[in-house]
């Protein structure tokens, strides 16, 4: 019991059914975020995710939580935690609550983890900044190109699809990093994203074995990850990607394992990454792969 408060402070409860239904509705309040095909779907993580959490009753009134990110930084593997869902209920906000959330977690965390990191909403840079985080610019590689012709072999992923689902988790499992200077390796974080972030975005390559998650819009390919074994270089995998016109190609993450050497970097405009020193990541340019948002 937090006297200050009147509260109850509790931490990892995953294994107590209310308390972690509480906690998906306390999201959903919040950040309309609902967990729960996550969850149904079996790829909630225990291990990983951990909720940090002041309860008033069976409510949950405040969270910080942290996301293990199982993570290579240039060249070095490393172990990150990674805030999100974070949330004040509005009658209880200004009062010092979420800090003192944020304190004691990274107290707890502090000892296994290599670095702390976070994607802010603009409105609450200010209060990161309290919490000690600065704000990282991430950059995105750009490069123009003439889309190769097309070849066969490339098949769309249905994300409502169970053998799909299976595909993807079994290629998350034995994945390597998409880059080594910022990789992430994270299994059922990768399929929250197919399950929410990415559901139309999703293919699989048989001859490479991979699963490759694009789009194209107006001209432009964005490529948010490649999954597999072993990442094949860009000019390997473009060919089956280049159904659908286009002349530039975006890369949401760092492209340095494809044999691509991106000549101009755009800026992630509202990345809202936050880092706490001293954390350091890669310099001069710094992205985050798509995926490893939680
Ligand atoms: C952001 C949020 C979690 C802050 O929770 P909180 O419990 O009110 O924060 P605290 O009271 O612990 O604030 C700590 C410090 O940050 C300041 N702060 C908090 N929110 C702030 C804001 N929106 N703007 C400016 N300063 C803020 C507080 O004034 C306090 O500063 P002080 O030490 O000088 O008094 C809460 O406002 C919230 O849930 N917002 C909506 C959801 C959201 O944006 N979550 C974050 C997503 S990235």
Known sequence: MNS???LIYRAHYWDDRRAKEQFKQFLISIHGLDLSLWDEEGYWD?????????????RIVATTNLFSMEMVVEGVPRRLG???GVGTAPEYRRRGINRWLTEQALESAGATHDGFFLFAEREAAPFYAKCGFVPVEETIPVVSVVAPTPVPGLRKLDPGNNGDLALLYRLAGERSPVSDLLGVWNAELLLFHCLYTLRDCLYYV????V???????????TVYDIVGRRVPSFAELHPFISGIPHHEVRFLYMPDKMGVDPPHWSSLEDSGLQVLPPLRLPEPQCLFPHVSRA
């Open 46 to 58: 225990d291990e990983h995710y951990t909720a940090f959490s002041l309860f008033d009753g069976e």
């Open 211 to 221: 699963a490759v998650f694009f789009e194209v819009a107006d001209g432009v390919l």
């Open 4 to 6: 200050k408060w009147g």
């Open 82 to 84: 990674q805030f999100s």
């Open 206 to 209: 048989s001859d490479l074995d």
